[in-house]
């Protein structure tokens, strides 16, 4: 089993950045490929970064958010700059097997999620 916690969302203003972190426990990250996903109210969830051999972005999100891993520190990390109202959700690190951008069904480990608000 592999349990994932995020951290680092909060309340910021249009054009700001924010860090988010996703620190795993239980098994090492090292095998798997990681994503992270949102989901705003009364919209589907939507992939917004995958990392592994490659990193992989939806074009609303290219050049925008960065995605990293700290294989040391089991952890997982998205950069959000020139936020934007519209990034507001609740933001999830996911872990999977396979290859190319993480897909929903692909996902096998959730975190409980961190909620990112960007003010206008």
């Known amino acids: 089993q592999v349990q994932l916690v995020e951290s680092g969302g909060g309340l910021v203003q249009a054009g700001g950045s924010l860090r988010l972190s996703c620190a795993a426990s239980g098994r090492t990250l090292s095998p798997y490929r990681m994503a992270w996903f949102r989901q705003a109210p009364g919209l589907e969830r939507e992939s917004v970064a995958t990392i592994s051999r490659s990193t992989y972005y939806p074009d609303s999100i290219l050049g925008r958010f960065t995605i990293s891993r700290d294989y040391a520190k089991n952890t997982v990390y998205l950069q959000m700059n020139s936020l934007k109202p519209e990034d507001t959700a609740v933001y999830c690190c996911?872990?999977?097997?396979?290859?190319?951008?993480?897909?929903?069904?692909?996902?096998?480990?959730w975190g409980q999620g961190t909620q990112v608000i960007v003010s206008s």
């Open positions: 996911a872990a999977g097997m396979g290859k190319g951008p993480m897909r929903l069904h692909e996902v096998e480990y």
